[in-house]
């Protein structure tokens, strides 16, 4: 069973830099596609992001809307995977989740909740204006 630990969320103004953690037990993160996803208002969980695993060559895909602000990284040492938030907006308020994809991945990049397995608590980000 894995366990995913988020953290990091705290409020801060437009145009600031945040990195967010996801630490990992009961596996290693390294194996597994590793997305990153938020929630504002309303039931639907947006992707953010998603890490390939090691294997797969560790490659990132992000949504547009966070693309060439956002950049996800790995630890495999201390089995953590990392957001870096930079540049954030109002509109990136969320509870954000990682999520890990324990059942097999190939070289596709996960968008959805249900290609994973695994989910953190979130961790809640808010961004003033």
């Known amino acids: 069973q894995v366990q995913l630990v988020e953290s990091g969320g705290r409020l801060v103004q437009a145009g600031d830099s945040l990195r967010l953690s996801c630490a990992a037990s009961g596996g290693t993160l390294g194996n597994y596609a590793m997305g990153w996803f938020r929630q504002a208002s309303g039931p639907e969980r947006e992707f953010v992001g998603v890490?390939?695993?090691?294997?797969?060559?560790?490659?990132?895909y992000y949504a547009d809307s966070v693309k060439g602000r956002f950049t996800i990284s790995r630890d495999n040492a201390k089995n953590t995977v990392y957001l870096q938030m930079n540049s954030l907006k109002p509109e990136d308020t969320a509870v954000y989740y990682c999520?890990?994809?324990?059942?097999?991945?190939?070289?596709?990049?996960?968008?959805?909740?249900?290609?994973?397995?695994?989910w953190g608590q979130g961790t809640q980000v808010t961004v003033s204006s």
């Open positions: 999520t890990a994809r324990t059942r097999g991945s190939g070289t596709n990049y996960y968008i959805r909740p249900g290609d994973y397995d695994y």
């Open positions: 890490m390939s695993s090691t294997w797969n060559g560790g490659r990132t």
